[in-house]
């Protein structure tokens, strides 16, 4: 690849990439470093972004491609693609990006190149440059954690990708920090380890790290305990996440400032300026929903230990304790019936004193409730408004 000498030039070149038969436009692609198994080096047990492109930076997608051919190798175009990095490619990379290299600060994909400039020839082996072209189950390491940023990162919605298959592509590692250990090299060094003194703290054992091992978080949100936090899982900002009961799985999490203190389970949705009570639970697809996402509104509130199985609409309350399952038969009257369809003029259901949760899913203004005296389970028109603390948010 010749040295590009301006940014126009630079433009010419991407241009004429973007029209040969090499290039596809990318859903989403970037360069890694991975760590690789101790025992079995062929193993890839974790892959780290610096930068995540997600439906931009398309340039640079033409010039890694471009980069690729001329080092020799030979481009696939299948729905993900995977390639080793080596020399001759950061070299063509640093010639294309010339025009860029004294203000590399404002292009991230540039900083990355002259970063592997320096270290590229120490470890080329722990270098992958990962494209996604279409967003099918993917089928590598790589392709899974690049999915992941693109959710933590907020660059993809949740419940937006197809993680089909993720499970069984991730190792089940010992992590140590942000390091993944394999067990079996765990188990075969354990006497040398522990007699030497040098047995790693052993932080989880999971198939996904933590959230705050690859992301940095907005200045505004708080995760007081790590652990609660999984990787994939999308925090808005000014979202606070408190220790105790408190948990967000991987494709899931909240659209706005939320208080967090119960369980977030995976491909929930929370709305801004709801409060998830200490315990309570949003059941995730596998968890009694029939498949079904739950989506909670924007300013609710899940009382503690309760327990949601529906979607809610914005203004909903579901009292302490009590469990709002699809297959759950609530008692309506007619007075607060009037009032509930006044706030939601689309809902065309006549009145029948019992529903079950299942026909109130999506509604806004509700307040879940059960009678204290018979048991009974009650709807009514939310009489509350569901404020967060602004200086915690």
Known sequence: ???????????????????????????????????????NPDKILQASYPVVNW?????????????????????????????DINREFVNNCLKAFAPFLTEAKSHKNVQVIKFLDMI???????????FIFEDEA????????????????????????????????????AWSGNEPIELEWLREHEIELKLGGNYPQIDSVDKFP??????????????????????????????????GASYIN????????????????SSAVVGKGSDVGGGASILGVLSGTNGNPVTIGENCLLGANSVTGIPLGDGCI???????????????SEAEFEKIKEANPNW?????????????????????RQDSTSGQMKVFRSKKEIKLNEELH
């Open 1 to 39: 690849m010749k040295t590009i000498g301006s940014a126009e030039e630079f433009k010419e070149l991407v241009e004429i990439i973007q029209n040969s038969h090499i290039y596809k436009e990318p859903l989403g692609f970037g360069i890694a470093r991975v760590d690789r198994g101790q025992k």
């Open 55 to 83: 439906k931009e930076n398309f340039g640079s997608a033409a010039i890694f491609l471009q980069a690729l051919k001329e080092s020799g190798y030979e481009l696939k175009q299948d729905s993900e693609t995977v390639y």
């Open 120 to 130: 590229i020839d120490e470890e080329p082996q722990n270098f992958k440059v990962v």
């Open 138 to 173: 993917p089928k590598s390491v790589e392709a899974v954690y690049l999915k992941l940023y693109a959710l933590s990162l907020a660059k993809a919605p949740l419940r937006g990708l197809n993680l089909n298959g993720a499970f069984g592509i991730l190792e089940n590692v």
């Open 210 to 243: 933590r959230f705050l091992q690859h992301i940095i978080p907005a200045d505004n949100t708080r995760i007081l305990d790590s652990s609660k936090v999984r990787f994939g899982a999308q925090l808005a900002a000014g979202t606070t996440v408190m220790p």
């Open 250 to 265: 991987f494709n899931a999490g909240t659209l706005g400032a939320s208080m967090v203190e119960g369980r977030i389970s």
């Open 318 to 332: 579901v009292d302490a304790g009590i469990a709002v399952l699809e297959g759950t038969k609530f008692y309506i």
């Open 348 to 368: 065309k259901a006549p009145y029948k004193e019992i529903y079950k949760g299942v026909e109130l899913a999506g509604l806004n203004g509700l307040h879940f």
